[in-house]
């Protein structure tokens, strides 16, 4: 090969892993924003029931991001 063949390889190759590498930091921001507004959505659900007035969406919110924490750290640890 060419000196001038590998240096496109080379620079092909870093923009698939920097669109590769962006990819999974999108869906792992957007599993982050939806795993915390799945549990806000429950703690709104729990005030409507319970006649709570803000407490079961601070909850959620409380609760919401330790488990997006949680579940995003689980999804990563098999691809890492």
């Keep these: 090969m060419k000196p001038n063949d590998e240096q496109k390889e080379q620079e092909s190759g ?8 962006f990819g999974v930091l999108g869906g792992v921001g957007i599993f982050f924003a939806v795993v915390i507004g799945i ?19 601070l909850t959620g919110i409380i609760l919401g991001f330790p488990i997006a924490f949680y579940l995003t750290y689980k999804q990563l640890k098999g691809i890492i």
């Design 14 to 21: 870093g923009l698939s892993q920097a669109l590769k590498a």
């Design 39 to 57: 549990c806000i959505f429950i703690g709104a659900m729990a005030d409507e029931f319970l006649g709570l007035e803000y407490g079961g969406k």
